[in-house]
């Protein structure tokens, strides 16, 4: 491998073309205005692609181990360029469902596939890093993709239509791939490699039999579902308090800038506490206080501060959890407990969303406090200790 350094910038590059995704900040106006379905449509949708992820993750994440890394991340984004074709082909819910198919495969094969390429490729180095630092900054170029691609997003619906967008905007994404190819990846496959699923049974025995990540997992999952859904109810709640939908691509920008402005200084942040658990309690506790507060909030601009908050503080404990995580992982076994871990957070999502897109349907309020009060709940059932976030 030619330097870390080097090994990094294609890495930090292809995770911002790869989230420079046009659609980002205008999915509800999408489905709703473009394809003619209702807000519990789309948490079907979310249903049916996080049911497909569950399947896939775990399989997809022991294809990683046993052909390597950057073939599979590639594979996977082909894949997610073939779902945004598919979405454009028509304004209809099957159509939509489909196109969901490809984008759960390509998010299996890639999820855990480019954690497990990074973090070897730090380890292959045999330079000094924090892996916790650049995980931050990995996360970071994901959410600067996604902070710059919703406004131009929004700009273009406007002038050249939201199927337009849609379409063109696979273009950055399979460009990405230009930055994996060119990796040389530090993965030797075995001689005779091991069965598909004994490999994959022994990566979810693994994470099964371990209590640390158990525990670390119960943590990082729960609260990573609640903190999701602030993803499709900014949209709802801030035009219900007037903003306008040419505003939604510079809100969600908003949203995703205060991720990046957290996870690339979440190191710095979580040393200002007392310690490491008193930050992940904090991070879970505040974001839910603002989905309880939403309700009560007559201003467009100040639901739009609680939610960048939610943003900010919430959703980037996992980046946190995937540095923790991988501590306690051999590198063998790496990319399919990553995808079993993920494999869980899929499925709670998919059982809740259709739940959340019903309570948002008769009262987006009941919705955001249910929500909130899930947040609460699974704070305090946390069992996380000082002692299992090693650095």
């Known amino acids: 491998m030619a330097g870390l350094k080097q090994f990094l910038r294609r890495m930090y590059l292809f995770k911002f073309l790869d989230s420079f995704f046009l659609i980002n900040g205008i999915w509800v106006p999408f489905y709703m205005e473009?394809?003619?379905?209702?807000?519990?449509?789309i948490m079907v949708l979310e249903a049916i692609f996080f049911t497909l992820v569950f399947i896939m993750a775990a399989p997809?994440?022991?294809?990683?181990?046993?052909?390597?890394?950057?073939?599979?991340?590639?594979?996977?984004?082909?894949?997610?360029?073939?779902?945004?074709?598919?979405?454009?082909?028509?304004?209809?819910?099957?159509v939509f469902a489909v196109a969901n198919l490809f984008w759960a495969a390509g998010f299996s094969?890639?999820?855990g596939s480019e954690l497990a390429l990074l973090f070897e490729g730090i380890k292959a180095s045999?330079?000094?890093?924090?892996?916790?630092?650049?995980?931050?900054?990995?996360?970071?170029?994901?959410?600067?993709?996604?902070?710059?691609?919703?406004?131009?997003?929004?700009?273009?619906?406007?002038?050249?239509?939201?199927?337009?967008?849609?379409?063109?905007?696979a273009i950055p994404v399979l460009l990405s791939l230009f930055f994996v190819a060119g990796l040389r990846e530090e993965f030797k496959a075995k001689k005779k490699r091991e069965p598909y699923f004994t490999m994959l049974f022994r990566g979810v025995r693994y994470f099964w039999q371990h209590r640390i990540l158990r525990i670390l997992a119960f943590d990082n999952v729960s609260l990573t579902i609640i903190m999701f859904f602030s993803i499709w109810v900014y949209a709802p709640v801030l035009q219900n308090l007037g903003m306008p939908l040419s505003w939604l691509g510079l809100a969600s920008a908003a949203l995703v800038g205060a991720r990046a402005?957290?996870?690339?200084?979440?190191?710095?942040?979580?040393?200002?506490?007392?310690?490491?658990?008193?930050y992940l309690m904090i991070s879970a506790i505040v974001p839910s206080l603002c989905f309880l507060a939403l309700p009560f909030v007559r201003s467009a601009w100040l639901g739009l501060f609680l939610l960048t908050i939610i943003a900010g503080m919430g959703m980037t404990r996992p980046s946190l959890f995937d540095h923790y995580n991988n501590i306690f992982i051999p590198s063998k076994l790496r990319a399919t407990v990553l995808s079993a871990i993920s494999m869980i957070a899929v499925l709670g999502i998919a059982v809740v969303s259709p739940v959340v897109g019903m309570l948002a349907e008769k009262s987006m309020d009941i919705a955001l406090?249910?929500?909130?009060?899930?947040?609460?709940?699974?704070?305090?059932?946390?069992?996380v200790e000082g002692g299992h976030l090693i650095d």
């Open 261 to 278: 402005l957290f996870l690339q200084h979440i190191s710095r942040i979580e040393r200002f506490f007392p310690s490491k658990k008193t």
């Open 34 to 41: 473009w394809g003619k379905i209702s807000f519990s449509q």
């Open 369 to 383: 406090f249910g929500l909130g009060g899930a947040g609460l709940l699974f704070s305090l059932l946390s069992r």
């Open 109 to 111: 094969l890639s999820s």
């Open 60 to 94: 997809s994440g022991a294809l990683a181990d046993s052909i390597g890394r950057k073939k599979t991340l590639i594979l996977g984004v082909i894949l997610f360029s073939l779902s945004a074709l598919t979405f454009s082909l028509r304004a209809d819910f099957w």
């Open 126 to 169: 045999r330079e000094k890093a924090s892996s916790k630092r650049i995980i931050g900054k990995f996360r970071s170029a994901e959410m600067l993709g996604l902070m710059a691609s919703a406004p131009l997003g929004s700009f273009l619906a406007a002038r050249i239509g939201l199927r337009a967008v849609m379409i063109i905007g």
